[in-house]
């Protein structure tokens, strides 16, 4: 049986605290207006001709001449040929201007759905515009699954892997770690169909490939047997958890945590692997919670002492979640609440220490209350993985959509970088060239299979251009 | 990630004296746990339709929490319809509202396939 515990409330010891703060600091705080500037919501103007286009929380943008869902590789050989510039596109879920163009937009997604499968060999081929969420339940149906999922489901399966978008787990690699073959639509037109030994080059610069390369149409995969988790979530403090952190990635299948900024406190989360009659999942109260943390720093944010006060005596402490279910029902789900992000790849021993840099640079600024995540991974060989070298502990910050980022890049950033972080590919960062040259072993060999491959830059945008160090003109 | 955190804050107290949120719509109206099984398993007849649905609706609106409303689940449905109706959904729909992207993740759909989309998932389901 599943059980959940809601937090206590405001307790008399917090209201008596409350009802005790100095008015006019209050008051100041109470009229501050926390959006950033320049913030719309909307789509942009589409002159004639051109359809708007935004990711998903609103940060990119671009009007194209055209969005185009080929249905068949001979139509998406021919609006590739046929386009001056193109860039494919997933989900939308990525921060950076990985997608925006004002030509063409080439969206897979129906290169959708399985294609063929082999339980005993674990085996399959599946569109590569495949939703995670679909990936997982027609897999699930046949008696397979992948080994680990991130924590959004909606993005397609090329997109998530073309960006090396990861879980959490000491043992587990990021997804396209087990892609075993991937069909790829190139600049040209051609149709290459890519493994390892048919093309090891390319095998390895293709899995994590920002849509460089071309259009992936199709994956194989390798999958294991479909398999149930448990899941464990409890609150500690933030000292607690972070001593026992490493120790926790060890013992659990699964294991992440969360800070609430300006509490101290902080929730761990873990699955393993279960046998038995599942439970089923447990209802969300996330847009309760997200709610409660954003009124805490609204009302007490010009007073960090009495937002910790109240926060400490508000939060549970213990566990608070025990469920189990399918994996694919636990592990991830979309998110309703819109963000902005930005997420560091750190080496594994100096991720701690990075984590307690980030979160007094964070604490730093009164306005910030998105819980930060911390996930690890485990290395893998792609070339543009940011997991090739070792394992690695991500560190995310998330801002309210409505609100600044700015310190993302000012504040956040130079110390994720002096500690060795590598960024998402989909997460925001301002690395170009330069200071990708000195992450990547094998980033000037994946250029110049790029340069090979796509020679009049067709795949570029002013994004990828700035990435590669190549002249844009748009 | 929020799922994550899920019912381990919940100031109501201080809610209460804050202020409104900007955005307001329909009531939401919680399914109940044989309206979301329900949605699991829901798909249209039309096999052409069932393939956009996978691929482009399923995830959000097979799935409770996220604030979509649930396929299947009328009750959830009737206040959006009645305050907007069809063709307010339908322009909803092509402009993106709360976590969808402006055309739903099927930026080839028509507006005949949103119709027949939002007909299907407001029609209250059979089990």
Not at chain 1, 362 to 391: C, H, Q, Y
Not at chain 1, 430 to 447: A, N, R
Request: proline letters at 6%; a negative charge; hydrophobic letters at 40%.
């Amino acid at each position: 049986m599943s059980t959940t515990r809601r937090a206590i409330l405001l307790g008399s010891a917090g209201l008596a605290t409350a009802v005790a703060i100095p008015g006019v600091q209050y008051a100041a705080w109470s009229m501050k207006d926390f959006t950033r500037d320049g913030y719309n919501p909307g789509l942009p103007p589409a002159p004639d001709g051109e359809v708007a286009w935004s990711n998903w929380s609103g940060i990119q943008q671009s009007t194209p001449k055209q969005i185009a869902v080929p249905a068949t590789e001979d139509e998406l050989a021919t609006a590739i040929t046929g386009a001056q510039r193109v860039r494919p596109v997933g989900s939308g879920h990525s921060f950076t201007g990985l997608v925006p163009s004002e030509h063409l937009i080439v969206d897979a997604s129906r290169f959708s759905g399985l294609v063929s499968s082999d339980a005993a060999t674990g085996i399959v081929t599946i569109g590569a515009g495949t939703r995670i969420r679909q990936a997982a339940r027609e897999l699930d149906a046949a008696g397979l699954a992948l080994q680990n999922l991130p924590d959004v489901d909606v993005q397609t399966l090329a997109g998530s892997f073309s960006t090396s978008t990861h879980g959490t787990g000491r043992t587990l690699q990021p997804l396209h770690a087990h892609v075993e073959g991937f069909r790829l639509v190139t600049a040209s037109g051609d149709v290459r169909d890519v493994t390892a030994a048919s093309d090891p080059a390319l095998f390895s610069a293709g899995r994590v490939s920002l849509g460089a390369l071309g259009v992936i149409t199709q994956y194989t995969l390798k999958c294991v047997p479909a398999y149930n988790l448990k899941r464990r979530v409890w609150v500690d403090t933030l000292d607690n958890i972070m001593d026992q952190a490493m120790a926790l990635s060890e013992q659990h299948r699964n294991f992440e945590f969360y800070y609430f900024p300006f509490t101290g406190m902080a929730a761990g989360i873990s699955h393993d692997m279960f046998e038995g009659e599942v439970s089923g999942r447990v209802s969300d109260e996330d847009e309760d919670t997200l709610s409660g943390l954003k009124d805490l720093r609204d009302i007490f944010g010009w007073a960090p002492w009495l937002r910790r006060r109240i926060a400490a005596g508000s939060l549970p402490h213990g566990v608070v979640e025990e469920s189990s279910d399918a994996y694919w029902k636990l592990l991830s789900t979309a998110r309703p609440t819109k963000f902005n992000e930005m997420e560091y790849h750190i080496p594994l021993e100096n991720g701690l220490t990075c984590l307690r840099a980030i979160i007094g640079a964070l604490e730093s600024r009164k306005d910030t209350f998105f819980p930060m995540e911390v996930r690890i991974t485990a290395p893998d060989d792609a070339w543009l993985s940011p997991f090739n070298d070792g394992p690695r502990m991500s560190i995310a910050t998330h801002a309210a959509v409505d609100e600044p980022y700015d310190y993302f890049f000012s504040v956040l950033e130079p110390i994720h970088r002096a500690h060795g972080g590598r960024p998402h590919w989909g997460k925001l960062h301002s690395l170009g060239k330069d200071e990708l040259m000195g992450l990547y072993p094998d980033y000037q060999t994946f250029l110049d299979l790029r340069a090979t491959l796509d020679p009049d830059g067709k795949f570029l945008n002013s994004h990828l251009a700035h990435l590669f160090g190549e002249d844009f003109d748009a | 990630m929020v799922r994550k955190f899920c019912g381990l804050l919940l100031l109501a107290s201080i809610s209460a004296c804050s202020q409104p949120p900007a955005e307001s719509g329909p009531a939401i109206v919680v399914p109940d746990a044989a309206h979301v099984s329900l949605a699991e398993t829901l798909v249209p007849a039309d096999p052409t339709l069932a393939a956009i649905y996978d691929r482009s609706c399923r995830a959000c609106h097979a799935l409770d929490g996220l604030g979509a409303p649930l396929s299947g689940h009328t009750a959830a449905w009737t206040p959006r319809l009645e305050e907007r109706g069809l063709e307010g959904v339908l322009a909803s729909v092509h402009t993106g509202r709360g976590a969808m992207p402006p055309m739903g993740y099927c930026p080839d759909c028509t507006d005949e396939d949103f119709r027949a989309l939002i007909e299907f998932m407001s029609t209250e389901g059979q089990p």
